[in-house]
């Protein structure tokens, strides 16, 4: 018989991991606070079920993907949450981008129990979910992770243990802190061009195969030339991650300034209602700067 996955959070990100591991033969006990995404992955032979403590009642191993801390605590740790309904052994794989210490604090709090956890964020956005070719990075015990590599595999193309519980959102953060401040420095050079009366799109066509060219390049300038902000990855979720870093940073007394502006860059932009678009958008903060 096809081994039971649990999965809580059928985003931008988790309906696509979710229909890998179905296509790959596992069978999906699904769960969503929004009832759409659960009705259309039963249309394609998941099981539905109404809480995460029902999906953690009928499967052993359970993949949360939410937005934040306080849903990955409140999915996992709160009333009909996964815990109330996960057995000794049963392991937990937190894959949604979390404060570090908060992947620490659900692990300590499921261990009381006997439940197992490790925390595991992806890098590569929708398509990478799509293509199964995620960057995951992973926290926890060596032989939990071993029993897991094998869903990690359909999902993603890049797979490393960093380190103990807490390590994979660790090495998240870092990534986020790159990829933020490469879109905020491709919006200035594309500013600069077009103020300058040089065609943004040549000057990308130009430099993406010399040093400066990068996956964020790639992925992001076309979108930025095409004005096409549809998400992708929301600017609230970058915030979030930003807000995550300067936070671990702190407790750290690690100083990390260009972090620090760009997280008010997109504080601002979502103050002028651009919390949901892609976070190429931060091209408008740097283009009103410029009156454009
Ligand atoms: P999303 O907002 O599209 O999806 C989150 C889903 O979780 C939604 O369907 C929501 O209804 C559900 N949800 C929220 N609270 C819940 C709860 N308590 N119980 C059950 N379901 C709940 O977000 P996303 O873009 O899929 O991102 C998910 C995570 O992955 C985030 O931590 C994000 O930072 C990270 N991430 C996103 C991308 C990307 O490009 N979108 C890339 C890498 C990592």
């Known amino acids: ?145 071993d029993q897991c590599v094998d869903l990690f595999d359909i999902m993603g193309g890049t797979i490393n243990l960093t380190g103990e519980i807490g390590a994979g959102n660790t090495t998240k953060l870092a990534n986020q802190i790159i990829v933020a401040l490469n879109i905020e420095a491709l919006s200035e050079a594309l500013v600069l061009a077009q103020k300058a009366g040089v065609d943004p799109e040549k000057v990308f066509n130009a430099i993406r195969g010399g040093l400066a060219g990068s996956a964020v390049m790639e992925a992001k300038a076309p979108m930025m030339l095409d004005r096409n902000f549809r998400a992708g990855f929301r600017i609230r979720l970058h915030q979030k991650d930003l807000r995550n870093v300067l936070q671990a940073a702190q407790e750290l007394n690690v100083p990390l300034p260009a972090t620090a502006l760009v997280q008010q860059m997109l504080g601002s932009l979502v103050n002028d209602g651009d919390q949901e678009l892609d976070h190429s958008a931060i091209l408008h903060f740097v283009e009103k700067l410029s009156d454009i």
């Not at 709160?78 to 049963?90: I, T």
């Not at 392991?91 to 692990?107: A, G």
């Not at 956005?125 to 992973?138: C, K, S, Y």
């Open 1 to 145: 018989m096809a081994e039971q996955i649990g999965f809580i959070g059928l985003g931008i990100m988790g309906k696509p991991m979710a229909r890998n591991l179905m296509k790959a033969g596992y069978e999906l006990t699904v769960y969503d606070i929004v009832g759409e995404p659960v009705e259309e992955l039963a249309t394609e032979g998941a099981k539905p079920a109404s809480s995460g403590k029902d999906v953690a009642a009928v499967t052993d191993k359970i993949i949360t993907m939410l937005p934040d801390s306080a849903d990955s605590e409140r999915a996992i740790l709160g009333p009909d949450g996964v815990l109330e309904g996960a057995k000794p052994g049963s392991i937990i794989i937190d894959m949604s981008s979390i404060s570090p210490i908060m992947s620490q604090k659900i692990s300590a709090e499921c261990a009381l129990k006997g439940v197992e956890m490790l925390d595991a964020p992806v890098s590569g956005g929708e398509p990478g979910a799509i293509n199964g070719t995620l960057a995951i990075m992973v926290g926890g015990k060596q032989e939990i992770y």
